[in-house]
């Protein structure tokens, strides 16, 4: 791709960017449809394998995020120097083959080393994903364009929760199939060897993107590990505030959504079946809308000249959420329904600029480790700790299954405390990390 000296006439005309953000928001969606199919498939799940709602939980978080913790940081090195789109389709292959041999799971240890490899396979896609798009697009326009690729997690989450719901609504009218080769398979081992055939089908979709020249500060510049270390350490206060205070909204996002339809079987009496439909419809439509508008929030506000605008509307997301969060305590199902509606759109609204932010403050050559190194904090805590923080409430606190509604409403509005003290705290370091990136790229003979 032609370089220009303006750098704005040196990115891909719209149509090719949108095209990549299209693609990734496909891979996106196919990752978490992989990653959230669990949170419907409880029951199945835990009578075949005869587990707890704590085993359950680590096969929903803590197994899947320590190797997509540990596989993050060393990838996104990768993501930084070689082909971003190749990066891709190798972590989409490896996750997809692993949701299949999730599929094939006879003994909760099975179980696990499927969830490991989804986890290491996943691990590829946003680091590499948050590096093209901005290298796709301008930063008056990067934090929208990135927040539209996070819609993936909730129109994966989404579409999880409708497909995982018709999948349990026709198995207790089929019961278990009989495959060639495979011999009987039960509906919700059928559902991951679906998923995992989709993931592999796409990667010759990734064909279809072009890479984009690197460009910004530090763009071309390589990087010592060192370096990088050292450049994180002179802004540790805004990446410490920025890291561990979305990650307390990612603790309390995992925590809830990976046991909230077990809530509406157990507190409210619905089957799977309304759950997938009612509250899988509702995650996709209220996400996907929370998602794009925390994005265009920021934007406006950066154009307003807000300079820590991303961070602001983590913030503003974290108070709203704590509010709506009232929700597990109702029982009129309208106000329930549309309190619920607020709630996953204030939630959803941080993790669009979460990682829109951390361009801002990186050089280019340290954007996908320092993307990697948000990823392995929020992932290990949000996804890790959640799911299992409830599930403890419920088990050893409470020792009630139709507590889940307090263990929910509990860790999440604790958490969300956190996040807002240190989002909070974190607005005039981050202001200050901007400031930062401006001098190193002067040294580098790179004026921002």
């Not at 939980?57 to 190749?86: E, N």
């Amino acid at each position: 791709m032609e370089h220009s000296v303006d750098e704005n006439n040196s990115y891909p005309s719209p149509k090719r960017a949108w095209l990549t953000v299209s693609i990734l928001l496909v891979a996106y969606v196919l990752s978490f449809v992989d990653r959230q199919i669990l949170n419907l498939l409880v029951g199945p799940i835990r009578q075949d394998l005869q587990i707890s709602d704590t085993e359950m939980s680590l096969l929903m978080g803590l197994s899947f995020a320590v190797f997509y913790t540990v596989a993050g940081i060393p990838l996104g090195r990768i993501a930084d120097s070689k082909s971003r789109r190749g990066l891709i389709a190798a972590g989409v292959a490896v996750w997809s083959l692993m949701t299949a041999f999730c599929g094939l799971a006879q003994q909760y240890w099975h179980f696990i080393v499927g969830r490991i490899g989804v986890g290491a396979g996943e691990a590829a896609l946003s680091p590499a994903a948050y590096s093209l798009i901005a290298d796709s697009f301008p930063a008056n326009r990067r934090a929208t364009a990135i927040s539209v690729y996070a819609m993936g997690i909730y129109l994966g989450a989404g579409a999880a929760f409708l497909l995982g719901g018709l999948v349990v609504t026709w198995a207790n009218a089929q019961g278990p199939m009989v495959l060639p080769l495979l011999g009987e398979v039960r509906p919700w081992q059928l559902i991951f060897l679906v998923l995992g055939a989709a993931g592999l089908l796409f990667c010759l979709v990734l064909l279809a993107i072009k890479e984009p020249s690197r460009k910004g500060i530090g763009a071309g510049v390589a990087v010592p590990l060192k370096d990088v270390g050292r450049y994180l350490m002179g802004i540790r206060k805004a990446v410490l505030c920025h890291n561990f205070g979305f990650a307390c909204l990612s603790f309390a996002s995992y925590g809830a959504s990976a046991w909230i339809p077990t809530f509406f079987i157990r507190n409210h009496g619905l089957t799977p079946g309304e759950v997938g439909v009612y509250y899988g419809s509702l995650v996709m439509v209220a996400g996907s809308l929370g998602i794009v508008f925390g994005g265009r929030l920021a934007d406006f506000l950066a154009h307003r000249g807000c300079r820590d605008a991303n961070m602001r509307v983590g913030l503003l997301s974290a108070i709203l959420t704590l509010l709506c969060n009232v929700v597990y305590l109702v029982d009129n199902m309208p106000l329930l329904w549309t309190i619920m509606f607020f709630n996953v759109f204030t939630v959803a609204m941080p993790f669009g600029v979460a990682p829109a932010a951390i361009q801002e403050v990186m050089p280019n050559a340290m954007r996908g480790q320092a993307s990697a190194i948000y990823l392995f904090t929020i992932t290990l805590i949000g996804l890790g700790i959640g799911p299992t923080a409830v599930a403890l409430f419920t088990d050893y606190v409470f020792q009630d299954d139709m507590a889940i509604r307090y263990s929910i409403f509990i860790v999440a509005s604790v958490i969300t405390v956190g996040a807002i003290i240190l989002l909070a705290m974190g607005l005039k370091p981050y202001r200050e990390a901007r400031d930062t990136l401006t001098r190193w790229g002067e040294q580098q003979g790179q004026p921002g």
